[in-house]
């Protein structure tokens, strides 16, 4: 009975602990292809992502000012919508998690995102999908699930989906900032 006592205590830790899911940051990073302070901060601010790994989510936004942008010229609508959200004023911006505004992209630090890392959610996020045969629609599935004790009342959430492209390179500068390599 001693023996058994502590086995069954390990077999229930999961059910008498709150469930917590995988967590991982929302980065939104707001930017242009003619703004120079962009051109700048983007280095060390896809270094500091990439070495956060899978523990961060990237969205970028191509913005219409304060130049001219062809990535934007493909989405605009979407892209205003997002910074009328936010209230963007200017770029480079970034905003994490959809809560925080982290300012731009050169004032994000590991401390920031290791702060969002930190807090907790019982939330859990699946996401599957599948190619149209013709390969000109995409079919997503996501499964919202609490894994918490506490009822989730998803009451005024919205859930956005978004699809990116990994890296866009141009043999020459879009815009006027000299950036080539725009990666998400």
């Known amino acids: ?12 830790l999961p ?3 709150n469930a917590q899911a995988v967590r991982r940051v929302m980065v939104e990073s707001f930017t242009q292809a003619s703004c120079g302070p962009c051109a700048a901060q983007n ?21 219409s000012w304060p130049g001219y942008d062809p990535m934007n010229l493909q989405n605009p609508t979407e892209v205003a919508a997002r910074v009328t959200y936010y209230g963007v004023t200017g770029v480079p ?29 019982p939330i859990d996020m699946r996401l599957d999908h599948q190619l149209s045969a013709d390969y000109d629609s995409i079919f997503i599935q996501c499964t919202v699930k609490n894994l918490g004790t506490t009822e ?11 699809i990116t492209e990994k890296q866009i390179l141009f043999p020459e500068p879009p815009g006027s900032n000299g950036e080539l390599d725009f990666k998400s």
């Open 15 to 17: 059910a008498l602990t």
């Open 152 to 162: 989730f009342n998803p009451g005024g959430v919205v859930l956005h989906t978004a």
């Open 43 to 63: 280095p060390a601010f896809g270094t500091l992502l990439q070495s956060n790994g899978a523990n961060v989510v990237l969205l970028k936004y191509q913005t």
């Open 93 to 121: 911006n970034v905003r994490l998690d959809g809560v925080q505004n982290a300012g731009t992209s050169g004032s994000v630090t590991q401390a920031m995102l290791t702060n969002r890392l930190n807090q907790s959610t």
């Open 1 to 12: 009975m001693k023996q058994l006592l502590p086995a069954l205590l390990l077999l229930l």
